[in-house]
């Protein structure tokens, strides 16, 4: 195997201390958390007093100023375990940082320490009932009132961390005659009247990630909650398209994890499992189909390694994102759908950690923009264009 080099000794360290810290506080919960489909509240706060949350953000925010490979591993880790009911990520890597990045002095210190903290927990709101990986048919509408504020109508769905969110980055159209050049980012908070949390949704995987609908009725939004200020009224899109190329890499870390976890899971099953006599793994067919998932999680691998030094000096193009995030969710799906095979029906036990395996990853060839929109944006890159 290649050894990897991404990290340093602190990098290793910190992977040792998050791995005690999920073996302590989430492995012992987590099957319960599937089966109330939601983790409890209290592993958010545990995760920010031990420094887990918002790790990139500068200390004066209550972050630790450190590099992204921190947050890298955390992905990693919790892909590996199977604990897809962990939001960290999409709080930590994608909220905070639209904050961080366009957000105003004072929106910086009033909510990113919170977050920090595990006080709040942050979630983003892009996808409609009628408008998913078409970021620019969104119907949200925030209208400027007299007063300054924005009148807030619409509704999300599949809002990943949506049913503990305290604070929701919500793409709305506040000139809605202006298509994608008429969309901005508002921070809403809980308790705004007009605010509503609908019901959690019953999800063929990832079943303890409380991912929600949310409805805005006629919610009045302050002038200070529009992201980024006056100044950035009508530029949101922009800031999508700007962050979009990390999330997009986030995906592809956890797939090539969770890909990784799932072959050696199945490489201690097939050397125990006996079948006719012989252990499973004496099979030809056994050995060559796990040899060949190995090589092409491999490949995976570095390749999506590469990405991640691209993002630390950000220069990791969007197309180049788009590649990672449809190639390795696509591995991520044959991996998961060979090794359960190899589990025999066993694989199709809940009770296996390669059937929940197998569920969760399915989703990935979806959020984060499908891999259909990805195949699109890379032959946009390379100078093909549909109708």
């Known amino acids: 195997m290649i050894e990897r080099t991404l990290f340093s000794a602190d990098h290793d360290a910190f992977r040792d201390s998050f791995r005690r810290f999920m073996e302590r506080e989430i492995a012992p919960h987590h099957e ?7 983790v409890d509240r209290a592993v958010w706060n ?6 887990f949350l918002c790790m990139t953000m500068p200390e004066q925010y209550g972050g630790a100023g450190a590099d992204k490979l921190y947050s890298v ?4 880790e919790l892909a590996r375990g199977g604990y897809s009911g962990i939001g960290f990520g999409l709080h930590s890597e994608i909220v905070a940082p639209y904050i961080l990045h366009y957000g105003t002095a004072e929106q910086k210190q009033r909510w990113l320490p919170r977050l920090a903290s595990g006080e709040l927990v942050g979630a983003i709101a892009m996808s409609e009932p009628a408008a998913g990986s078409d970021l620019q048919g969104i119907k949200a509408t925030a209208l400027r009132q007299p007063d ?5 109508h619409g509704s999300k769905t599949f809002i990943t961390n949506g049913w503990h969110a305290d604070l929701v980055i919500v793409v709305a159209k506040t000139d809605p005659q202006a298509g994608a050049k008429g969309t901005s980012l508002l921070l809403v908070e809980r308790g705004m009247h007009g605010f509503q949390y609908g019901k959690r949704l019953k999800k063929l995987g990832l079943k303890a990630q409380d991912t929600a609908e949310l409805f805005f009725d006629g919610v009045r939004v302050p002038a200070e909650n529009l992201l980024g200020g006056a100044a950035f009224e009508n530029k949101g899109f922009v800031c999508l398209m ?11 870390v956890t797939a090539v994890a969770a890909a990784q976890a799932a072959i050696e899971g199945t490489v201690r099953y097939v050397k125990d499992r006996q079948v006719f006599g012989q252990p499973v793994a004496a099979f030809q ?3 060559y189909t796990l040899a060949e998932l190995q090589t092409q999680v491999q490949v995976a691998r570095v390749f999506v390694d590469k990405c991640v030094e691209l993002i630390a000096r950000d220069r990791l193009d969007t197309a180049t994102a788009s ?3 449809y190639w390795t969710t696509d591995l991520q799906c044959r991996v998961m759908d060979e090794c359960l095979q190899l589990h025999g029906g066993y694989g199709y036990m809940w009770d296996y950690p390669i059937a929940r395996a197998y569920a969760d990853a399915r989703v990935q060839r979806i959020y984060g923009g499908t891999n259909e929109i990805m195949k699109e ?3 946009r890159a390379m100078g093909l264009c549909g109708k």
Not at 242 to 252: G, V
């Open 285 to 287: 067919n056994t050995r």
């Open 46 to 51: 545990k995760a920010g007093q031990n420094g």
């Open 377 to 379: 944006v890379i032959s």
């Open 323 to 325: 590649m990672a995030k």
């Open 242 to 252: 700007e962050q979009l190329p990390w999330e997009r890499l986030q995906i592809a």
């Open 32 to 38: 319960a958390w599937e089966e109330q489909g939601f």
């Open 148 to 152: 300054g504020s924005y009148l807030l």
């Open 73 to 76: 591993v955390q992905m990693e």
